[in-house]
């Protein structure tokens, strides 16, 4: 049942609706191997993609129900047309206090400049490696120095708080950890290292790939000596660190140590199907409801019972999987491409 406090909805678990991640697109202009490693993939039918003006009706209504938090994700949002226009209508809502998109950065410095002015608060990078030949191999695509300008043009666009999301695998780009590092301090930027992750889409994932969080800690103290946790109060899925030149960098650590019961996130899909987990092999039809004429009431109450029902707590239970010794990939080809919403790719990481 839902539950209604001073905190706004709670979930099973007492977990409120707080951050929705709103993907704008299942495209992307790269193929990344923990991503999207296969040759064909099975597209989300365009005609069934949420228009700007439904987005901003769903988180309005969201944010009736708690959320304060939004943020644009894809495919790479900055492949959906127009994308500053989607930014002004949601940074007009007024209980939107944090608008923020993580971006590829492939395009991002032709449009860092319109979306600050639109209204967008703050920017993450997705970005594995320095080395344009790894890069290539890792994304099968030659992108690397548009990616730079792309974190150049964060800076010049005055955008501050800028973080570049690492996913760090075994034998790809484990040996760059002190070199992210460095080059986050060098611009301005919080480097945060995510251990692989076997969600939807990592048809390649293996546990012996994964560098876990106390491995990551272990070879940045081999380096930099002393690493200090830092103390917060916050559901983001970051825990941070400080070295002892007060640099800060962050782990995510959902394979190893999930942080499941904190968890306040949901995730929207371009097509506008909501999934209260990002392992959730179901997710919520809003969009039917919604060109169908539903009333906001009606909209809030599907929402609210959605989440009032949650129970999900996927990346723990991945963990439970691993000590009976049955983790693998989650969801085979035939399977996501029968559903390209249980895609990563698709349901915005
Ligand atoms: S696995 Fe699901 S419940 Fe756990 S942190 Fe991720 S989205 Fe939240």
């Known amino acids: 049942m839902a539950s209604l406090d001073g905190h706004g909805l709670l979930d099973t678990l007492g977990r409120p609706l707080r951050n929705l991640r709103v993907s704008v697109t299942d495209r992307c202009n790269l193929r990344c191997q ?156 919080e480097v945060r290292f995510i251990e692989y992750m076997d969600v939807g889409g990592a048809t390649h994932w293996s546990r012996e790939q994964v560098v876990s969080r106390a491995e990551i800690l272990e070879r940045l103290e081999r380096r930099y000596g002393q690493v200090a946790p830092i103390r917060e109060h916050s559901s983001a899925p970051a825990e941070r660190f400080r070295l002892g030149d007060g640099t800060t960098f962050g782990i995510i650590a959902s394979t190893t140590t999930p942080f499941c019961r904190t968890c306040d996130r949901s995730r929207l899909t371009a097509d506008g199907t909501w999934y209260l987990c990002l392992y959730a092999q179901r997710g919520i039809d809003l969009r039917t409801p919604l060109r169908d004429g539903a009333s906001r009431d009606t909209l809030r109450a599907l929402i609210a019972s959605g989440w009032g029902r949650r129970r999900d707590r996927g990346a723990e239970e991945r963990k439970d999987l691993e000590a009976i010794g049955h983790r693998g990939v989650l969801v085979q080809i035939e399977g996501l491409r029968q559903d390209p919403r249980l895609e990563m790719h698709t349901r915005g990481g």
């Open 34 to 189: 923990y991503c999207m490693p296969e040759e064909e993939y099975a597209w989300l039918r365009r005609s069934d993609l949420l228009t700007f003006e439904e987005i901003q009706r769903l988180v309005e209504i969201f944010t009736e129900l708690g959320v304060d938090r939004v943020r644009l994700t894809g495919g790479e949002p900055l492949l959906r047309r127009d994308l500053p226009d989607l930014v002004r209508l949601l940074s007009a809502v007024p209980a939107v206090r944090d608008l923020a998109m993580t971006s590829n950065g492939v395009l991002l410095a032709g449009q860092a400049a319109a979306l600050r002015s639109a209204g967008l608060h703050r920017v993450t990078v997705s970005f594995d490696t320095l080395r344009p030949d790894r890069f290539r191999a890792l994304t099968r695509r030659d992108e690397h120095a548009a990616v730079m300008r792309g974190i150049e043009g964060v800076r010049a666009a005055g955008f501050t708080g800028l973080k570049l999301d690492t996913v760090v695998i075994r034998g790809v780009n484990d040996d760059e950890l002190a070199d992210l590092v460095e080059f986050a301090r060098r611009v301005d930027a």
